[in-house]
């Protein structure tokens, strides 16, 4: 296995010949990851590919300088027995020459460089576009050739690059239709796919995402968006139109569409057949709390939701959510099969900035910082490509609850959690005060005017009565994407524990 990934400034392999002495000695080579890594034109991956490509199981080539789509054939041509690609800011060879543009033959020149996939693929399980100048074509030979194909992640997160943007503006049905099986032939739900990761393009149809559920048992939808991007808004009518053919989804993601009104996303669930759903994603939606409780009155299997940055949603409603979560248990004890399951986690920012300014921790487990932590950076919602902890999925390089918490929400009871002090004061029907808060001594006269603030402000927080502990299952921090495994660097170690030997090495 080799893994090189580019530090900003501090890149070794600035030089794509340091690579190519390299890659010829890389007979034996099952697993390669390059990230940023600058290699060359095409021909450097060739120089790879040519001498161990019938090893190879598993590659990830992202943002790399000179390589083009054109490496999609190479890599899917001659290394029969890939079962993960993943491509990361791949753009296509330009159209033209400046040079030849006016020459005979240059249009046809220019249609060659898009590559033109052949042979059959039955063990590539993975297949990953990330910002990439994919096209009908494609996405059609993908559909046809793939015939094994488990996941298709085609998304777009960077509206600021026009080919990105172009790319995303002229898909159609067709990247769909090849996943639906021939056309006019009804073969049932016998597709291979499993998990499709969707930017919403303005041309595609409900009715052709229809004819792909149709035929495939469909376990995670993920209708990937920017929250901060136009790219991949998902029109309101989808919801509508795919709501019966969603019947064993496990895993939804809406992440970002701010576009769907609370009225949609609830009568989505409302009529919706999903008794397998576990786990949704509406982090930057309009969700509502209604609709919160009817997504887990209709889905009882419903464990794990992600409800970050939702305005809609205040943590006063967020601990009346989880206080008739609670009574609901208490209610049916056993009578699991007809109730809905005890959450397990609950992600949220909710009250993150009111405990970091009072230095709180709550049941010894440090507050989150409310950094989307995704990419391993403070950004406004899940990065595709990034990941805490690097490679080995460590824990967060950020500060925060990574707790996954207890199966069941046993003894949540909002008042037995607070301290003693606390406790006593509610049984004695008195205000909630702090024994242990110290007591004022006398301001000087010249910090007098000081002292009285602060003084007045030390009363008020006494008056006040704290507020409760979250419970176990709350998870303040904005890592649904990673813990799902849908990241970039999840698939990957996936991809590589599947078929991995002793040996493996990183650089």
């Avoid at 392999?13 to 690579?19: A, E, K, R, T």
């Avoid at 001659?78 to 800011?89: K, Q, R, V």
């Avoid at 009111?354 to 406004?380: H, Q, Y």
Wanted: hydrophobic share 40%.
């Amino acid at each position: 296995l080799l893994n090189l990934e580019a530090v900003a400034n501090q890149d070794a392999f600035d030089h794509p010949h340091n690579l190519l002495s390299v890659f010829p000695n890389l007979k034996k080579l099952e697993f390669l990851r390059l990230d940023g890594i600058t290699l060359g034109p095409n021909s450097s991956v060739m120089a790879l590919v040519m001498s161990t490509g019938v090893n190879l199981k598993a590659v990830t080539i992202d943002y790399c300088l000179e390589v083009t789509m054109e490496i999609l054939a190479i890599l899917w041509e001659l290394c029969p027995n890939l079962e993960f690609i993943g491509l990361a800011g791949i753009m296509m060879t330009p159209t033209s020459d400046p040079l030849t543009s006016g020459m005979p033959g240059a249009a046809t020149a220019a249609a060659a460089r898009e590559p033109n996939l052949i042979s059959e693929r039955p063990k590539l399980r993975t297949l990953r576009f990330v910002d990439c100048d994919v096209t009908d074509d494609i996405l059609d030979q993908v559909g046809r050739l793939a015939t094994g194909l488990e996941m298709l992640r085609v998304v777009f997160e960077d509206n600021r690059c026009e080919s990105v943007v172009r790319t995303w503006r002229s898909l159609t049905d067709r990247s769909l239709l090849s996943l639906a099986g021939p056309p006019g032939r009804d073969t049932g739900r016998t597709g291979s796919l499993r998990t499709l990761a969707l930017s919403w393009c303005p041309l595609m149809t409900a009715a052709g995402l229809t004819c792909v559920l149709a035929r495939n048992r469909l376990r995670v939808l993920d209708f990937h968006k920017d929250a901060e991007c136009e790219i991949g808004q998902l029109d309101p009518g989808v919801l509508g139109q795919i709501v019966d053919h969603v019947p064993d989804l496990e895993v939804l993601h809406l992440y970002g569409q701010k576009d769907l009104p609370d009225s949609v996303l609830c009568e989505f669930f409302r009529r919706a057949s999903m008794p397998r759903l576990r786990s949704v994603c509406v982090n930057n939606t309009h969700v509502s709390p209604t609709t919160l409780r009817v997504a887990r009155t209709r889905c009882p299997l419903l464990d794990t939701l992600s409800i970050v940055d939702c305005d809609d949603v205040s943590e006063h409603d967020l601990r009346c959510f989880l206080a008739d979560a609670e009574s609901e248990l208490k209610a049916n004890p056993s009578h699991r099969a007809a109730a809905p399951w005890p959450l397990k986690r609950v992600y949220t920012l909710l009250g993150v900035e009111r405990l970091e300014a009072e230095g709180t921790e709550e049941d010894g487990v440090n507050v989150g910082d409310g950094e989307d932590v995704d990419g391993g950076e403070a950004t406004d919602g899940p990065d595709e490509v990034g990941r805490p902890g690097g490679f080995n999925g460590g824990a967060s390089a950020g500060v925060g609850i990574t707790a996954d918490g207890p199966t069941e929400l046993e003894g949540l009871d909002w008042g037995s959690d607070l301290r003693p002090a606390v406790a006593d004061a509610r049984d004695d029907g008195a205000e909630p005060m702090d024994e242990d808060a110290p007591i004022a001594e006398a301001a000087s006269a010249e910090t007098a005017p000081t002292a009285a603030v602060d003084a007045l402000t030390s009363a008020e927080q006494q008056s006040s009565p704290p507020r409760p502990p979250w419970p176990a299952c709350v998870v303040l921090e904005n890592r649904w994407f990673v813990d799902e495994g849908l990241d970039i660097l999840s698939l990957w170690e996936a991809a590589v524990s599947r078929g991995s030997g002793p040996g493996r090495f990183f650089l």
